[in-house]
């Protein structure tokens, strides 16, 4: 099991990465996971926990961070590892591939939550809150969450049926009636509760 480190950290010299995930909580699509290391020559401001801003504004942001990042990386999970590991593991392992996937190695890792990925390329911090407190993981939240969008909107294209471009998958009144009409597509994941209980009920 992933330890956190949650003591305080001596000052490192190097860069900083910011770490954090989106996708943990709805039925179907990959996990995300960002990692972004900040330039303080060049500041963005108005970096914020994903969640708080506007779909409008988190595209905004997500073009300046490519842009004026040091170094940035997206990576995912897809639902097969998610039903074969679990959603926990399966969003470590995204977080690992983001770091991993780094143009630039980093000196310290500071990674929201209270859970740390195994395999880091370097000394990692877990910080509760850290996507509303640290800059590089609110732009790591922003860069997630607006990659995962973007797959909801690729997964709206293929089953249209579902309306991925309203709910982005989340267990919605709307996501649960279509599923409860439509059954579960290829892209829904099986171990979840409501996704396993149709799949339970149409097999009884």
Known sequence: METPELFDTPAESGPVAGVDEAGRGPLAGPVYAAAVILDPDRPIEGLDDSKKLSPERRESLAGLIRERALAWAVASASVEEIERLNILQATMLAM????????????????????????????????????????????????????????????HARHPQYAFDRHKGYGTALHLARLAEFGPCPEHRRGFAPVRRLLDEGSS
């Not at 591939?97 to 780094?102: F, K, P, Q, V």
């Open 96 to 155: 690992r591939r983001a770091c991993l996937g780094l143009s630039r190695a980093p000196a310290l890792i500071l990674v929201d939550g209270n859970r740390l990925p195994k395999g880091l390329p370097c000394r990692a911090r877990a910080v509760v809150g850290g996507d509303a407190l640290e800059p590089a993981i609110s732009a790591a939240s922003i860069l997630a969450k607006t990659a995962r969008d973007a797959c909801c909107l690729e997964l």
